[in-house]
Structures are given as C-alpha cells and as structure tokens.
C-alpha cells in the first residue's frame, strides 16, 4: 500500500496472489472514496478473509522522500 505520509491519503497499491482481483477492487474503491492509511487502520478485519490483510498492515516498510527514479534494467 502506497501511503502519501503528508496526508495519510491512500495512492495505490499492488498486490500479487490468487485472490488479488477481488482485494484491488476493494482498493480501488477506498482510493475513490479518498480513504486514508487511518480509515484502513481503524477497520474492523473480518477474520478468516483475504481481505483482512488490508487493514493489517499497520507500519511502514519504507518510507520515500522526494522523487525516485526506476533502475536502469540495462545497467551493470
């Protein structure tokens, strides 16, 4: 998940697995929505769902300041 750390607003998100299609949707509906990273955090998680992965995610990962550039796939 994809936070902007000035205003918690969700920016994207990508996920990878079998039951994925039905997550983004959910993603796709809060981006819309203008959910926050604290709208998430603050769901009650249905358990046992996939879904409950969304509002688990409680802390960074990494945290990215200023523009970052993709790697050169060519390079050495």
Do not use: Y
């Not at 709208?39 to 969304?54: I, S």
Request: aromatic letters at 2%; hydrophobic letters at 45%; a negative charge.
């Amino acid at each position: 998940i994809l936070v902007d750390p000035a205003t918690d607003k969700l920016l994207g998100c990508h996920l990878l697995g079998p039951d994925t299609p039905e997550l983004i949707q959910v993603m796709a509906a809060c981006m819309m929505a203008g959910a926050t990273k604290t709208n998430l955090d603050d769901t009650f998680a249905v358990h046992p769902t996939m879904a409950e992965e969304l509002v688990l995610f409680r802390k960074p990962s990494e945290i990215v300041e200023g523009e970052r550039q993709a790697p050169d796939p060519l390079a050495g």
